[in-house]
């Protein structure tokens, strides 16, 4: 494998080598290189016997540069010497990171392995793309820590595939360091890594070092079953659009619901927020087959339904999201549930509901919870050394062909099993983009109709658009298993049906989940902008059911006269219900990710102001 990677980066190794090593390599080109495979080794091994002295001379004066955490990282000179060789900067920087302190020889057999794998895979894994993979740890039982950027961030984003944002590569290397370096700080302190990391999830990756031992500190003294809080150091004023659509609201409510059942929320700026619990393990206040924990849930007397609301979004939001989330819907705490408990994807979401708690039960048959005996078939080709249990979140984009297309020559051209180096390598990008093995050494992305089945929708319910709209869809959408437990205390309460308020419908998993629990639907009003989601979910209406479905395609136009009308001529909602938008709380791109201001985001607004609206009419 290391002369391989050699043979294919030997002319720039050996056209460098000139000017660094003078004589040592001054008579050998490319051409010779290719030719004469003896010399080729005897050059190479002179050359890493050369580059192992000089550097074994150099590591003392140039590696060790203690950076500001007194931790000591690779100098820029140094960094630049491998650049002169020939190695792409990112490359550098990765191979140093992963090196650590395993010395110069194997720091060039990874350079050069890198160099055949890596830039293809960084170009390919999107980092430039702005589509962000999520990262997610070995460990089957708990990715809590490798789904910041992701994660689970997943899903409800539009980005797409290969759509370009220079700035993705670059601060992903930045930010990758960055965080590194403050989890080293951390370690050197004796902190756990994993709590280390997680403190960098819940404060952001600009935290300082004491802001970030303080959420540590914090979340070890939360309590049981909680590993931390979302932490709210950061402002949280939700800017001024959102407090001019909102203000006279706004003090109604600071009057209605502050101090009272949950405790008092402060100002609305956020800066005296309580941090929000962010719970590991992340199964909601019960999950299908466990004992109920016994939860002290005493909702407001506004919150009471009916009508009964649900609300979702990503649990990974930004610092203090969930908080103002929390307090403009009654001061409810979210019901954080990864769907990985209900499926063999994960996904983390977060559920503010004003539903009972009581009798919940699951979709049968439940869905299997393993990647193999969801997609049997993959079991044959699936390596021993690939260890995933299960999916990452399900996103909107998915990898580019020429990334399958590496992995499998990379692999063919490999030992078996690979050595460990490139079993990472290729472990990341599976686990990024949610690669399953399907033939030798070959894996793909999942299939939309594949998707389809772990969110629990039926076969084809997304097909008859194009692919890029499929995943989109699918990732930002419910996962029906999950939901549908929550909502199934409604089936006993509504046994002649429901009339729905759909909000941001999608491609209809609220409505597919009601279906499912067999909860009739009288009526669904249903507010969607995109056409092609609202084409899915009219087309799999008009085949399952009898009731009325009326659409409407902008929530912004959902006016409180609107409201009232339909209201008087359907007899009230009994289920205001959706996800709003979360393109601006999720994602590894900083400059999006700006919260409820964002544009996209701000959305939970107009959730609050059609369920006030809609609370305010029905209680005449
Ligand atoms: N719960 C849904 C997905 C919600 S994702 C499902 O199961 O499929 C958020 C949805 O909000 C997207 O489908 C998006 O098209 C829609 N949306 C965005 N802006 C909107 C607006 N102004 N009015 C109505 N819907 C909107």
Redo the contacts with the bound molecule.
């Keep these: 494998m290391l002369l391989r990677g050699i043979q294919t980066t030997c002319a720039k190794l050996a056209g460098v080598g000139v000017d660094i090593y003078g004589n040592l390599l001054q008579n050998q080109d490319h051409d010779q290189c290719i030719a004469d495979m003896n010399t080729l080794n005897v050059t190479v091994t002179l050359f890493l016997v050369a580059t192992i002295v000089m550097f074994l001379f150099d590591r003392g004066a140039d590696f060790k540069v203690a950076n500001g955490n007194g931790k000591a990282g690779p100098s820029a000179s140094l960094v630049q010497k491998y650049m002169d060789m020939g190695f792409a900067e990112e490359i550098v920087l990765k191979a140093m990171k992963d090196n650590g302190d395993d010395g110069v020889d194997s720091l060039v057999e990874l350079l050069l392995t890198y160099q055949e794998l890596g830039n293809d895979l960084k170009v390919d894994n999107g980092f430039a793309s702005g589509c962000v993979p999520q990262t997610v740890d070995d460990s089957d039982d708990d990715d809590i820590l490798g789904n910041w950027d992701d994660e689970d961030a997943g899903g409800?984003s539009t980005r797409v595939a290969n759509s370009v944002d220079d700035s993705g590569d670059e601060d992903f290397l930045h930010e990758m360091s960055h965080k590194d370096d403050k989890i080293d700080s951390l370690v050197k302190m004796g902190f756990p890594e994993d709590e280390a990391a997680l403190a960098i999830t819940r404060c952001g990756l600009d935290a300082s070092i004491s802001v970030l031992v303080d959420s540590i500190y914090a979340s070890q003294t939360a309590g049981d079953g909680y590993c931390g809080n979302l932490s709210d150091y950061e402002d949280n004023s939700y800017g001024g659009i959102n407090k001019g659509m909102f203000m006279d609201g706004n003090k109604k409510k600071r009057k209605r619901y502050g101090g009272q059942a949950q405790g008092s929320r402060g100002p609305l700026d956020g800066s005296a927020d309580e941090p929000m619990p962010l719970p590991n393990p992340m199964v909601g206040l019960s999950l299908p087959d466990q004992w109920p924990r016994p939860v002290n849930r005493d909702l407001p007397s506004q919150a009471m339904g009916p009508p009964y609301f649900y609300y979702?979004n990503v649990a990974l939001a930004p610092k203090g999201v969930w908080t103002i989330i929390s307090r403009f819907l009654y001061d409810i705490q979210p019901e954080f549930v990864d769907s990985k408990y209900f499926c063999a994807a994960a996904r983390k979401r977060g559920y503010i509901h004003n539903l009972p708690l009581e009798n919940r039960s699951p979709l049968l048959p439940k869905p299997p919870r393993t990647i193999s005996a969801a997609f049997p078939r993959t079991k044959r080709w699936w390596p021993s050394w690939d260890t995933r249990q299960q999916f990452n979140c399900l996103q909107t984009c998915v990898s580019s062909a020429k990334l399958l297309e590496k992995i499998r020559v990379t692999l063919t051209n490999s030992s078996d099993p690979p050595p460990p180096r490139v079993q990472k390598l290729v472990l990341e990008e599976c686990r990024k983009w949610n690669l399953a093995w399907v033939g030798l050494n070959k894996v793909a992305p999942l299939e939309p109709d594949e998707m389809e089945f772990l969110l629990g929708f039926p076969k084809d319910h997304t097909r008859g658009i194009s692919r890029t709209e499929r995943y989109r869809?699918l990732g930002?959408?419910?996962q029906v298993d999950t939901v549908a437990y929550h909502l199934s205390v409604l089936k006993d309460m509504y046994p002649q049906g429901m009339n729905v308020l759909s909000?941001?419908?999608?491609?209809?998993?609220?409505e597919v989940a009601l279906h499912r629990l067999g909860i009739h639907m009288k009526t669904v009003i249903s507010?969607?902008?995109?056409e092609v989601?609202r084409t899915i979910l009219r087309s799999w209406w008009d085949q399952t059911q009898t009731g009325t479905l009326i659409e409407i395609?902008?929530?912004?136009t959902l006016t409180s006269e609107r409201i009232e009308t339909y209201i008087r001529r359907i007899g009230g909602f009994d289920l205001v219900i959706?996800?709003?938008?979360c393109n601006n709380l999720a994602g590894s791109n900083r400059h999006h990710r700006n919260g409820l201001e964002g544009e996209?985001s701000s959305?939970f607004f107009?959730y609050v102001r059609i369920l006030e609206s809609v609370k305010s009419i029905q209680r005449l």
């Design positions: 409800r979702e869809s930002n959408s419910f909000l941001f419908s999608g491609i209809g998993g609220a507010v969607e902008k995109s989601n395609n902008d929530v912004q959706g996800g709003s938008p996209h959305l107009q």
